[in-house]
């Protein structure tokens, strides 16, 4: 390295290190010292699209994380490494052996959310690609809160330095900037970055009007500044005379939000920026001065009363501190005045103080976002100044939620649920109604049984019916109570009346077949029939699960019925189940019902039902060899049964594909079927040998014909030489 660099490089690393010691409470030198090194041998090679040495990067956002968003030593040294993993040969493992795992963690972190953000499928609409991009920032952030800072960061200085890219570029970078960074950044409380994220965004993604109102603004400073030095001015001199330490200044206005303004009120430029404002910060932790400089303030300008608010003795939910007052100023103009002490203001700033509980459009699973980032906020502002910073930012790595999931609406709405909770958790989670209308859930774009344990990040879609009802069994497998309480308060509701119904069946029967029962009478019968109490007799009366007239029946009548009695005897359960017409989509009508695993029947299949002996009733497709192997002569067990009217449910089928073993094939299989009406895949099994292979792919269909139409496009993909159901006659 010549010298001339050498003394260049001495000091940025000069420049950096005493930025560290300003902000940081503490910093270790060494390992900063180490991580310039390295990332600057790591990028050697390497130049921006500006034609300047790659290093400058990293330098700058470790810069920025050191300047204006202070957080920790380790922080900025992932920021001198953040990008040595994705552009050189270096591993984790040796950034973990020479810098820390939580190095390696926040570098691994900031690399995954650039590449999760790059991958985005085209087909998905504007809308859900915001919300998925949305959703995998916060997961990044419930790791370790520094990731998205470093990335933040990152940006801030991508966004910066976007003039050498190209124009495409330029607009796909400042979009997902102002779509995606600034909001994040504003609900993190990064006041300061959000703005300047957004100004240079709009700069790109809408250059007409931001040169236009650069140039206003410009026409318009001079004029602006000497109005406000003669507002100041007074101002100054009676604080000095009070002897205090402040900083006084016109306000800024940040070119965006002035944009916004004008085009969602409909304002003209001179309506927005034509209200003047000016902030005194005052350099003490007193917070009683802010009263004396209003004092002080409104003894040189007649304030207008109902204009006052005290947002230091009621400070704003977000933790957000200041005294505003608007006083009547020279020329009768209106000024907005702000009074607040140097540690509000760096909180308005960097920290808590954000404005967009009041600007921006909050749903109700947005005020738990807040509460949730606030409290992270907390900590982070905490720490900066507490003693013991280093464990604070430990719990940066948010083991706090191991008890808890987060996952989203396919909206990209947060819900916070407790972990193993389930589709029929979220579901009550969003509303009782859609709870107990659930028959089906999609997480993460693929339907899955409602006992599917959720995974924090997972999107889940609740498909509901109106015919559906909370079941039982639901209540083995939830975990809210909400939930638990909804399916219980249905069911109780439910039995009465079906108990209610039963009794009054029940004395139906006995007065057609003229019978005249004690109440001993009815409890001895039931406990005949198995039944453990006199409800649960009704209730399976109500539900046709007993055959009423052949049990009321004379004794004589029913001698050449013997085997049946037998059998009644022998499968008590089994016996209640009337043959005829089944109800497949559910088991509100007696048995429960199942698909047989070994056919995998589905919608236009011909059908057949078996008893089984504690599972319900199985159905199997006709000509299984499976079923046709158990069955023994004039077997009894046999049920007819037909499919109901689509309902919109998806069935399982296998298929099994043989064909050449060429490069993509197993891409164009899967674009193949995933591309005909949204067929969801279930599982892929793969083999290939002597350049033939043979798959199993399991697929979920609404019928037959969807099946059908499904095979015959795999047998038109080229490579693909055959393409067979896979059911129990042939495997
Ligand atoms: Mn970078």
Redesign the pocket.
């Known amino acids: 390295m010549d010298s001339l660099l050498r003394i260049k490089h001495k000091r940025m690393l000069d420049d950096l290190l005493n930025v560290c010691r300003e902000n940081l409470r503490s910093v270790n030198e060494d390992l900063i010292r180490k991580a310039f090194q390295f990332s600057y041998e790591c990028h050697k090679n390497d130049f921006r699209a500006s034609g300047e040495p790659y290093f400058n ?2 330098y700058e ?1 470790a810069m920025i994380v050191a300047k204006e968003i202070p957080l920790d030593d380790i922080s900025v040294v992932s920021a001198l490494l ?2 040595v993993v ?1 552009d050189s040969d270096t591993n984790l493992e040796f950034i973990s052996k020479e810098f820390g795992k939580d190095v390696a963690e926040i570098v691994d972190g ?1 690399t995954k959310i ?1 590449g999760l953000l790059k991958d985005q499928e085209i087909t998905k609409t504007e809308d859900q690609k915001k919300a998925e991009n949305y959703r995998k920032l916060l997961l990044s952030m419930i790791k370790d809160v520094r990731v998205i800072l470093v990335k933040f960061a ?2 801030l ?2 966004m910066r330095t976007l003039e050498f890219l190209s124009p495409q570029k330029q607009l796909r970078i400042a979009k997902e900037t102002q779509e995606i960074y600034a909001p994040l950044a504003h609900r993190f409380g990064l006041g300061a970055i959000k703005w300047e994220l957004e100004d240079l965004a709009f700069k790109y993604l809408n250059r007409e009007a931001y040169e236009d109102l650069s140039r206003k603004i410009n026409d318009t400073r001079k004029e602006r500044e000497e109005f406000i030095n003669k507002v100041i001015r007074p101002i100054e001199e009676k604080l000095k005379e009070a002897n205090l330490t402040f900083e006084i200044s016109g306000r800024p206005k940040h070119l965006y939000s002035i944009y916004r303004k004008m085009i969602t009120q409909n304002l003209s430029y001179e309506q927005v920026y034509d209200k003047f404002a000016i902030r005194i910060i005052l350099e003490t932790e007193d917070k009683n001065q802010c009263y004396l400089v209003y004092g002080i303030v409104t003894q040189l300008y007649k304030p207008i009363p109902a204009r006052f608010k005290d947002f230091i003795s009621v400070p704003k939910k977000n933790n957000y501190q200041s005294l505003h007052t608007t006083v009547i100023g020279p020329e009768g103009k209106l000024v907005e005045i702000q009074i607040r002490t140097r540690k509000m203001h760096e909180i308005a700033e960097k920290g808590v103080a954000a404005h967009w509980k009041y600007k921006e459009q909050i749903t109700t699973t947005d005020k738990e976002l807040e509460e949730w980032v606030s409290w992270i906020r907390d900590i982070f502002e905490n720490a900066s100044r507490d003693e013991a910073t280093k464990e604070i930012l430990t719990s940066f790595k948010l083991n706090l939620y191991q008890d808890e999931i987060y996952v989203f609406t396919p909206k990209g709405e947060l819900k916070r649920l407790p972990v193993n909770s389930t589709p029929v958790d979220f579901a009550y989670e969003i509303h009782s109604n859609i709870g107990d209308q659930c028959i089906g859930a999609k997480v993460n774009g693929k339907i899955v049984p409602l006992d599917t344990k959720l995974h924090s990040g997972d999107m889940v879609e609740i498909i509901t019916s109106k015919n559906q009802h909370p079941n039982k069994s639901w209540l083995q497998f939830v975990q809210t109570q909400k939930a638990r309480n909804h399916i219980r308060r249905y069911l109780n509701k439910e039995e009465e009346k079906l108990v209610e119904a039963g009794k009054e069946l029940f004395e139906k029967k006995l007065k057609k077949h003229k019978l005249n029962y004690s109440p001993d009478d009815i409890v001895k019968l039931s406990r005949k029939l198995k039944f453990d109490n006199l409800k649960s007799f009704y209730k399976a009366i109500a539900e046709n699960k007993v055959e009423l007239d052949f049990i009321l029946k004379p004794q004589e009548e029913v001698e050449q019925k013997q085997s049946i009695d037998l059998q009644f005897e022998k499968f008590a359960d089994i016996a209640r189940f009337t043959a005829g017409e089944v109800v497949i989509d559910g088991d509100q009508k007696g048995l429960a019902i199942s698909f047989a695993k070994c056919c995998n029947p589905i919608p236009g299949d011909p059908i057949i039902g078996y008893v089984t002996i504690g599972e319900g009733i199985k159905i199997h497709r006709k000509n299984c060899r499976n079923l046709i192997d158990k069955l023994e002569a004039n077997d009894d067990r046999l049920v007819p049964v037909t499919w109901p009217k689509a309902d919109g449910s998806y069935f399982i089928a296998g298929l099994v594909i043989k064909g050449e073993d060429i490069p993509g094939i197993l891409k164009d299989i899967s674009n193949c079927i995933t591309n005909y009406e949204n067929t969801n895949i279930k599982s892929v099994n793969m083999s290939a040998e002597d350049s033939i292979f043979k798959g199993t792919i399991t697929v979920y269909v609404k019928n037959l014909d969807h099946l059908n139409k499904l095979i015959d496009r795999l047998k038109k993909i080229h490579g693909v030489y055959s393409v067979e159901r896979f059911d129990s006659n042939k495997h």
């Open positions: 990067h990293p956002v953040h990008d994705e900031v650039g990152d940006r200085h991508n």
